[in-house]
């Protein structure tokens, strides 16, 4: 983190295998993350597990593709994985409180 100094890391299990795609699914696991009020650390750690069962679903699948993976599969795990880290905020509508605050100039 640059502001804190601080920095961290975060292992799962190395699979052996190399699909197209997984780091598309990570970065959108973390964005994701981070938009339901994850902090970054939090936010990549569900990324990289999400990645890795993505990869998981992928390898079981007997009629897998050659490309890509099967993220659709572990969008449950995502999921949970969101609300088992926590951390999550709810946002309001701000087009609804700028609706409310605008001036009529009938």
Known sequence: DKVTGEYFYYCNDHLPVSYHGTGDVFASATVGAMMRGHSVSSAL?????FTVECI????????RR????????????????LEKFGNTVHFQC?????????TSFD
């Open 94 to 102: 701000r087009a609804e409180e700028d609706r409310e605050k605008s």
């Open 56 to 63: 998981r679903k992928t390898v079981a699948d007997e009629n």
């Open 45 to 49: 750690k569900v990324a990289v597990d």
């Open 66 to 81: 050659f490309y890509g993976v099967n993220f659709e599969e572990a969008i449950p795990y995502y999921v949970e994985r």
